[in-house]
């Protein structure tokens, strides 16, 4: 009786112990962002409650906040990339003669479209132009993958294109587990050693599982 009182015991501290460093781990996994060899940022996440969005995100948080019952999955990052042109001439073969490169300037327009697009417009002339006009176009594709390996989320974002993914914020709602889920009945089979009789045994009978998970 006593050596399985000990047993008991010693398996609670135990799963305590599991349970703390399991927990540390967690927090420190929820942080663990890189990039790959083939470019593709990547992040390892944990499920969590909705409400965690509020340090990491707050704008997010109180744009979706009405929605949280709602949401199974969310991710939302920022991409920039930078396109250069090089210095095209408009004279191919052709050099500017001494007086021109003297006479000649170098004249910059810039602009910006909010947070989405900007841009710097370089020309050398022997004189201001009129008027300049830019056309762009940019086009590129995303692919975003979330998988779960080993209760642990990890999610890919790829890009078309060159550039940088950054400020991501992904979420994944905490599943919520019914009484029943947390606690597993079922036969079990244990050998240990009985320090009062001095001897190896065997015991057979029923176990009660709880996941703290």
Do not use: C
């Given at each position: 009786?006593?050596?399985?009182?000990?047993?008991?015991?010693?398996?609670?501290?135990?799963?305590?112990?599991?349970?703390?460093?399991?927990?540390?781990?967690?927090?420190?996994?929820?942080?663990?962002?890189?990039?790959?060899?083939?470019?593709?940022?990547?992040?390892?996440?944990?499920?969590?409650?909705?409400?965690?969005?509020?340090?990491?995100?707050?704008?997010?948080?109180?744009?979706?906040?009405?929605?949280?019952?709602?949401?199974?999955?969310?991710?939302?990052?920022?991409?920039?990339?930078?396109?250069?042109?090089?210095?095209?001439?408009?004279?191919?073969?052709?050099?500017l003669s001494?007086?021109?490169?003297?006479?000649?300037?170098t004249y910059?327009?810039?602009?910006?479209?909010?947070?989405?697009?900007?841009?710097?417009?370089?020309?050398?002339?022997?004189?201001?132009?009129?008027?300049?006009?830019?056309?762009?176009?940019?086009?590129?594709?995303?692919?975003?993958?979330?998988?779960?390996?080993?209760?642990?989320?990890?999610?890919?974002?790829?890009?078309?294109?060159?550039?940088?993914?950054?400020?991501?914020?992904?979420?994944?709602?905490?599943?919520?587990?019914?009484?029943?889920?947390?606690?597993?009945?079922?036969?079990?089979?244990?050998?240990?050693?009985?320090?009062?009789?001095?001897?190896?045994?065997?015991?057979?009978?029923?176990?009660?599982?709880?996941?703290?998970?």
């Amino acid at each position: 009786m006593i050596a399985t009182t000990l047993l008991v015991i010693a398996s609670a501290v135990l799963l305590l112990d599991a349970y703390f460093m399991t927990k540390k781990l967690t927090d420190k996994l929820d942080e663990i962002e890189y990039t790959d060899t083939a470019g593709q940022y990547n992040k390892l996440y944990y499920e969590k409650k909705f409400s965690a969005l509020k340090k990491e995100n707050r704008e997010l948080y109180d744009s979706l906040k009405v929605y949280k019952d709602k949401i199974d999955y969310l991710v939302q990052f920022s991409h920039t990339s930078e396109h250069s042109t090089g210095v095209v001439t408009t004279k191919p073969g052709a050099s500017l003669s001494k007086e021109e490169k003297e006479v000649s300037k170098t004249y910059e327009y810039t602009g910006e479209q909010g947070d989405t697009f900007s841009y710097k417009l370089t020309i050398n002339s022997l004189k201001e132009p009129n008027w300049f006009k830019v056309d762009t176009k940019v086009k590129n594709t995303y692919t975003i993958v979330n998988k779960k390996e080993g209760g642990v989320e990890h999610v890919t974002i790829g890009s078309g294109g060159n550039g940088i993914i950054e400020n991501v914020t992904v979420f994944k709602p905490k599943t919520k587990k019914k009484l029943k889920d947390y606690v597993a009945i079922g036969p079990s089979v244990s050998v240990g050693y009985d320090p009062f009789k001095k001897e190896f045994g065997t015991l057979v009978g029923g176990s009660l599982v709880i996941d703290l998970w």
